[in-house]
């Protein structure tokens, strides 16, 4: 069994985090995927109205990003992951 622990990081700050145990190493992206989406806050009022896509930042690149509909915060985001120790 493999322990995971994925997370979601806005401007380098934890918004989310979350354990896992697969029976094969790269099974962690599918067990995310099957799973229903966080409930995320927004780290500036609180409120839990808040999207997480994609947009265009850089000509052709795409970044993800962290959206609050209550108070306009926006901020690049990023999921990390790796083995739990």
Known sequence: MY???AAIL???YLIWS???ETKEAQALRDEL???PGPN???PDCM????????KSADG???QRWFECRNCGY??????VYGPER
């Open 40 to 42: 995320l806050r927004c």
């Open 10 to 12: 806005v401007d380098g």
């Open 47 to 54: 409120v839990d109205a808040v999207a997480v896509g994609q």
């Open 60 to 62: 052709a690149k795409v």
């Open 18 to 20: 979350r354990g896992s």
């Open 74 to 79: 926006e901020s690049p985001s990023e999921i």
């Open 3 to 5: 322990k995971w622990r």
């Open 33 to 35: 995927r099957n799973r």
